[in-house]
């Protein structure tokens, strides 16, 4: 049985997954006491990991290269995550 720490973590990490899946792009929760959530973008086949971590007043979600937003908002961190792995757009 997860911790408390590792069931927020988990909550959060969910909560994003389902916003993720909203906007066509698959993810799985990895790492057992320490999740992590690997997503990638099925058509573009661009991934990231995103890590859910407590901060001063709450909890923030973290990806590379540079993404971070506040987990008290999902929905806008999947559409971060979504710019990040969309297909990436040819010069006309």
Not at 36 to 62: E, K, N
Not at 69 to 86: F, G, I, M, R, Y
């Amino acid at each position: 049985m997860p911790n408390a720490f590792t069931q927020q973590r988990l909550a959060h990490l969910d909560s994003l997954a389902a916003e993720l899946r909203q906007r066509g792009l698959a993810s799985r929760t990895l790492g057992g006491s320490a999740p992590v959530l690997w997503v990638w973008h099925p058509d573009s086949h661009r991934q990231t990991i995103v890590f859910a971590t407590p901060v001063r007043d709450g909890w923030m979600f973290l990806w590379s290269p540079d993404g971070e937003e506040s987990a008290d908002d999902p929905a806008q961190a999947a559409d971060s995550v979504e710019k990040l792995l969309a297909p990436l757009t040819e010069p006309s």
